[in-house]
T-cell receptor
Framework: NAGVTQTPKFQVLKTGQSMTLQCAQD?????MYWYRQDPGMGLRLIYY???????DKGEVPNGYNVSRLNKREFSLRLESAAPSQTSVYFC?????????????FGPGTRLLVL | AQSVTQLGSHVSVSEGALVLLRCNYS??????LFWYVQYPNQGLQLLLKYTSAATLVKGINGFEAEFKKSETSFHLTKPSAHMSDAAEYFC????????????FGSGTRLQVQP
């Protein structure tokens, strides 16, 4: 099992460009999450999907959109990138979303917006 | 609302010494509490979690944590540090009602000196 995979690993964008971060899990998990990690701030939830067909805003959703393509895949889109979106992005999944489940994280995507 | 405070963004110990990483939480409902570890350039992985069973929780790699409701704390300890424990550690809280996503602390970087 690969667990949670993310592509790309690293990306450089210019201000105003768009891109989609891809995430897939092979653990048959129902719930998936997108976080961003910034120095000294821990991880902050951008969006999550409790189950296939549903998505909800997290703590910092502005400037992002998501798509739960199917049970395995959850993508994050930046329509018009800004320097403030320079960060490391992590996708995670869990079996369900009762609150007590372990979340399994991907290796991250490092995004630099110039 | 829920939040997590990790005291000390950097902690340095000698190899073989006690490791103590502090975490205090606030939550309006009974919480679930987690410790995750992040090694350089990797995603997060679960060390241990409290989900309202035993208050003393044992995790991987010899770590343990005790849930103390009266002190709203969930400190992480390890009796004897190893060089391989050098990493960043994140405390996180989720809840059993409402939005059940994780809220992370800002992290503590553990340095182990030979």
């Amino acid at each position: 099992n690969a667990g949670v995979t993310q592509t790309p690993k690293f990306q450089v964008l210019k201000t105003g460009q768009s891109m989609t971060l891809q995430c897939a899990q092979d653990m048959n998990h129902n719930s998936m999450y997108w976080y961003r990690q910034d120095p000294g701030m821990g991880l902050r939830l951008i969006y999550y999907s409790a189950s296939e067909g549903t998505t909800d805003k997290g703590e910092v959703p502005n400037g992002y959109n998501v798509s739960r393509l199917n049970k395995r895949e959850f993508s994050l889109r930046l329509e018009s990138a800004a320097p403030s979106q320079t960060s490391v992005y992590f996708c995670a999944s869990s079996e369900a979303s009762t609150g007590k489940e372990t979340q399994y994280f991907g290796p991250g995507t490092r995004l630099l917006v110039l | 609302a829920q939040s997590v405070t990790q005291l000390g963004s950097h902690v340095s110990v000698s190899e073989g010494a006690l490791v103590l990483l502090r975490c205090n939480y606030s939550s309006s409902v009974p919480p679930y509490l987690f410790w995750y570890v992040q090694y350089p350039n990797q995603g997060l992985q679960l060390l241990l979690k409290y989900t309202s069973a035993a208050t003393l929780v044992k995790g991987i790699n010899g770590f343990e944590a005790e849930f103390k409701k009266s002190e709203t704390s969930f400190h992480l300890t390890k009796p004897s540090a190893h060089m391989s424990d050098a990493a960043e550690y994140f405390c996180a809280v989720s809840r059993s009602t409402g939005r059940r996503a994780l809220t992370f602390g800002s992290g503590t970087r553990l340095q182990v000196q030979p």
